[in-house]
């Protein structure tokens, strides 16, 4: 599992998990909405502190989050490509933040490691 600390937030009704950058880096923060079905739930909590959890097997290219409709999403860079045959394991900075994500062979996914410029 991948942790964030961040911070519960509203904004024209909707909630968002800010994650911001450590205090040594200077990007901007990361704002990933919530999801509908978590929002009653989580309202009360506006304003607090939370860990923002993301299983590695949830992270996707963005061209894929795009195609099936995923609005949680955030930019990351991909610092390390470790290739395993039929899968890659990634090591992602994002907001001054580390995660992993595993990368599967995908016969529809053009952006295997070797078709991205080089990684």
């Not at 991948?2 to 923060?29: D, T």
């Not at 053009?110 to 990684?119: A, N, V």
């Amino acid at each position: 599992m991948n942790f964030f600390p961040g911070r519960l937030e509203q904004s024209n009704g909707w909630l968002f998990v800010v994650v911001g950058a450590p205090a040594s880096n200077a990007r901007l923060p990361m704002s990933l909405p919530v999801d509908l079905s978590m929002m009653v739930s989580l309202r009360p909590h506006v304003g607090e502190n939370i860990v923002l959890g993301i299983r590695p097997e949830h992270v996707v290219l963005g061209q894929v989050a795009l195609r099936a409709g995923i609005a949680q999403a955030f930019e990351a860079v991909v610092e390390v490509v470790d290739q395993l045959g039929a899968e890659a394991h990634l090591r992602l900075a994002a907001c001054g933040h580390f995660l992993r994500s595993p990368l599967f062979r995908d016969a529809s996914l053009s952006g295997w490691p070797e078709d991205m410029g080089g990684l």
